[in-house]
Each structure stands twice: as structure tokens, then as C-alpha cells.
């Protein structure tokens, strides 16, 4: 905290900040991430030989594992055990596509107090809406990229 | 008088009555045995957590005029703030009373800057009692600043909880209670802290560290 600029008082006070935040737990949230992360994808593996039991197969097979499982994230987010499923696993829940279920149905119910149209459906996004854009913008560069090559 | 940013009131306008309620998570703490109502569940019986902590500042003030011995009438007028846009809590409890009403904004400081501009007030003669009071949810503050609450995102460690609960007092010219002797006008400081969860580290130089 020796800084006489504006800049430099405001930098050292970060750093000092820094030092002062309890340490994040890198290795036991990476762990009960992989744990959690893994518990999930084989849930979705399992969904997923049952309907190829069941027999489906090819795009139909995958439309209906991500459909199920997108159920599930909604359903437990519903119930309001996700979000506690996610403090405790951190990635490992949001990474997944029902991480994505689970930040298009959370605002909906928060903003469902403000009503169906302005609410629940206008705010439905706020979340998901940024990984929605850059979703269908890398998509489009990929595209362009497939289509000179 | 005034000596740097720091008033000193000659006439001693005292807290003659306050009352406060909490939510359960607050009621664990320290300071939940000091609270006059706890809320069992966290919706205050209405619709909404805005409705709720409007009900929840509403209860405060009329509580805390109560308790004091006062009728509405004995009140001149009511300074109130919350931490949401347009201060609509405050603006909405204030609907109860029929008193005067001043909305302050200042975030965390909006109670000691009510009962700043309340004792300047009683201090200085132009009325005899003021309540001050302000209240805030945990869900409306999370919804407003932060995530939805079912979102599934980790907390980090640091990170704080915006206290679920309201208060208010009464600051009267009557010579009892508890005192108020001088008040310091803040400064804003900001040190560029910009992690919505570190509101601690954001807070902080406004209260320890003299600037440069």
C-alpha cells in the first residue's frame, strides 16, 4: 500500500485483497467435480443403452438421451435440489446439458412472480441467452470454416 | 457544529424506541436474540420476497412506533430506504403511514444515513420525531445483483449474504433512550473491486482506509 497514483492505490488494494480471500479448494472442487460430472454422464449413458435396448438408434437415440436428461435437470431444478447439487459440485453440473436445463428453468421460476408473459417468459434467457448466442455464433464459424475448406 | 466531515449535535436527539425483524438464517446469529419478530418462512405470507420485505419494513416501522408509546400522529416523518430499484419497498411501505416520507438510497449505509439526516433534523429543531428505518431480502437483493436462486453456481468462500430483515427507530427531541452525539458524512470510495460476491472488500475502504 505504498502507491501515490489513483492506479497504482487501487492495484495494491486488490492484491491485498487477494491475499486476504480464504483459497479456493482447487483440487476437492475439482474432485467432487469429476465426481459429480462423471455420475451424470453415466446416468446418460445408461439412459442411453436402454433406448438402444429399446431399439432406437443414430439421431433419434441421441435426441432422446439429451431429451430425458434435459427433463431431469429441469424436474430437479423444479424441486430445488439442483442448485444444491451445484454448490457442491460446481462444474460438475453446470458443464452438462442439464447445467443448461438448469440456467433456462431457474429464471423462469424466480421471474414467474412478475408474470407469465413479462416474467417468466420475457427473462427466461438472462442466462442462458449469452451461451445461446455464442452457441449459434461458433456454430456459424464452423460452418463458414467447413464450407471454404 | 461541524469539524472535518463529522457533525456534532448540541441538542442530544435520542433513539427513544427501535424494533427489527429477521428472517431464521438471521435469527442463528449473534444478533438474532435482539430481534423482535423472526420470520419462519422466508415469504412473510405474501405472493412475493418484494411484497415480503416491504411487509417486513412496514412491521419494523409500525413496531417500532409502538413500542416507544406513539401514535402515528406523534410522527412527523419517516426516512426509509432499501436496496432495490426505485426504492420501491420503502416507497411501497411507506403507503401504511400517515406520515411524511424522504427515500434515501445508500446501499448499505442507508440506516446510518437516515438516522444522520433524522437527528440533523430533530437536532435542529424543524420537527420533534423522525423514524428511520430500512430493510432488505436475501432473495430480492440475489435476484437484483446476482443469480437466480435456483441456479446451480458455487458461492466462493468469501462471498456474503445480504441479511434478510428490517429496522427501525424512533429519533425523538424527548431527553431519553440512547443518545446520538455526532454523525460522519461519508465519502464515496471506490478502489475498483468489481466481484459481485466480494461485497466486504468493496465496503471496507469507506470505513478504514483514508484515501490518497
Known sequence: ?149 | MKKGNTVFFNNSPCITSFAAVCGSKEKEGVLGKFADITLDDDMYEESTFEKAECKMLSTAISLAIQKGGYLEKDIDVLFSGDLLNQIISASFAARDFNFPFLGLYSACSTMSESLLLGAMLVNAGYVNRVVAATGSHFASAERQYRYPLELGCTRPPQAQWTVTGAGGCVISSEKKGVKIVNGTMGKVCDFGVTDVNNMGAAMAPAVAIIGP
Open chain 1, 1 to 149: 500500500m505504498t502507491g501515490r497514483t489513483r492506479d497504482n492505490y487501487n492495484e495494491n488494494y486488490l492484491n491485498y485483497v487477494k491475499t486476504q480471500d480464504p483459497p479456493t479448494q482447487h483440487f476437492k472442487n475439482c474432485l467432487s467435480a469429476f465426481g459429480v460430472g462423471g455420475l451424470i454422464c453415466c446416468i446418460g449413458q445408461f439412459i442411453r443403452y436402454m433406448f438402444e435396448y429399446a431399439g432406437l438408434s443414430g439421431d433419434e437415440l441421441a435426441g432422446a438421451t439429451s431429451i430425458v436428461l434435459i427433463f431431469l435437470g429441469c424436474f430437479l431444478t423444479g424441486l430445488g435440489v439442483y442448485d444444491r447439487i451445484g454448490r457442491y459440485a460446481g462444474a460438475g453440473s453446470i458443464v452438462p446439458i442439464t447445467g443448461f436445463a438448469n440456467s433456462v428453468t431457474s429464471p423462469a421460476i424466480e421471474f414467474k412472480t412478475e408474470g407469465w408473459i413479462y416474467g417468466m417468459a420475457a427473462k427466461m434467457f438472462t442466462v442462458a441467452g449469452a451461451i445461446i448466442v455464442f452457441g449459434v455464433f461458433s456454430g456459424v464459424l464452423v460452418g463458414l470454416v467447413y464450407l471454404f475448406l
